[in-house]
């Protein structure tokens, strides 16, 4: 129980610390161009690949069967449809 609780005041701190670190730059930094943004983008959607490809799909396998977590990534990713 001491490790849920610990684990989830560490996230908490630093999710939170996080977004309050990512919207003091975005208000230092109000008026950038494109190619800064799209840096920043890319960057951030590059870490979120990371996570879910060495965190999440893992995981997943260690669940399931390895049929189950690719009909689930491919229902998941078919529900956006054209955003």
């Known amino acids: 129980m001491q490790d849920i609780l610990k684990n ?3 996230g908490l701190f630093f999710g939170t610390f996080g977004t309050t670190l ?3 730059i975005g208000v230092k930094f109000n008026n950038t161009s494109n190619k800064v943004l799209s ?3 890319s960057f951030a959607s590059g870490l ?3 996570v879910v490809c060495f965190d ?3 995981e997943a ?3 399931s069967e ?3 977590v690719i009909t689930g990534i491919l229902l998941r ?3 956006y449809g054209n955003v």
Do not use: D, E, K, R
Request: charged content about 0%; overall charge neutral; aromatic content about 8%.
């Open 48 to 50: 979120m690949m990371a």
């Open 22 to 24: 990512g919207g003091l």
């Open 77 to 79: 990713n078919s529900s």
């Open 8 to 10: 989830t005041l560490l």
């Open 56 to 58: 999440l799909i893992p």
């Open 39 to 41: 840096f920043i983008l």
């Open 66 to 68: 390895f049929n189950n």
């Open 61 to 63: 396998l260690g669940i």
